[in-house]
């Protein structure tokens, strides 16, 4: 079971807009800043968001990040073939000093 | 370019031991604090270890205290993860990672692209 809830699956057709959600608690993405990577088989896990909306350099500006509360979303727009892989979501969680992550969830291009 | 690579997973029985080793290059090691993150077959990421860039002090998680030890050689820029007392549930891709500055909370900047070890009997 893991501290930050996503949801196992998403999808879309290929142009359209997807979100993934990502709740936490105020130990965690209340507290602190969220991040999200993308897993694709076999590679290494990459960073699409940091600090809840920031791209990293390389990264497509079809990729956005937001928080409130203690939840936040990652969105996909323009959706393409490309984009089917797992995300993960992931933050410090405060006063037990290590770092939680969300379940991951499955994106699906239709 | 900023490279990690893992190596040194292997099938192992329950109770074994195991040592993995990640190799980094494209950065200066000794500055930076470094993780170890797990995904288990079909399962999540699961955060493991993080030492600090001096190696004067590390932090891990629930599920592996005890068991596991992080240690790192800056003079190589090597990590390692001694994996002790192994159980099945210790099946999984083994990842390192890169923070991204020097405090605990700061993010995971790069990863490598894992080692399997599997517990079995």
């Known amino acids: 079971q893991s501290v930050l809830t996503q949801p196992p699956s998403a999808s879309g057709t290929p142009g359209q807009r997807v979100t993934i959600s990502c709740s936490g608690s105020g130990s965690n993405i209340g507290f602190d800043n969220i991040n999200w990577y993308q897993l694709l088989p076999g590679t290494a896990p990459k960073l699409l968001i940091y600090n809840n909306s920031h791209r990293p350099s390389g990264v497509p500006d079809r990729f956005s990040g937001s928080k409130s509360g203690t939840s936040a979303s990652l969105a996909i727009s323009g959706l393409q073939s490309e984009d089917e892989a797992d995300y993960f979501c992931a933050a410090w969680n405060d006063g037990r000093n290590h770092w939680v992550f969300g379940g991951g969830t499955k994106l699906t291009v239709l | 370019q900023v490279q990690l690579v893992e190596s040194g997973g292997g099938v192992v029985q329950p109770g074994g031991s195991l040592r993995l080793s990640c190799e980094v290059s494209?950065?200066?090691?000794?500055?930076?604090?470094m993780h170890w993150v797990r995904q288990a077959p079909g399962k999540g990421l699961e955060w493991v270890a993080l030492?600090?860039?001096?190696?004067?002090?590390?932090y891990y998680a629930e599920s592996v205290q005890g068991r596991f030890t992080v240690s790192r050689d800056n003079s190589k820029s090597t990590l390692h993860l001694q994996l002790s007392t192994l159980r099945v549930e210790d099946t999984a891709t083994y990842y390192c990672?890169?923070?991204?500055?020097?405090?605990?909370?700061?993010?995971?900047?790069?990863w490598g692209q894992g080692t399997l070890v599997t517990v079995s009997s």
């Open positions: 494209g950065f200066t090691f000794s500055t930076y604090h």
């Open positions: 990672a890169k923070a991204k500055g020097w405090f605990l909370r700061d993010y995971l900047e790069y």
């Open positions: 030492i600090l860039n001096d190696g004067s002090n590390a």
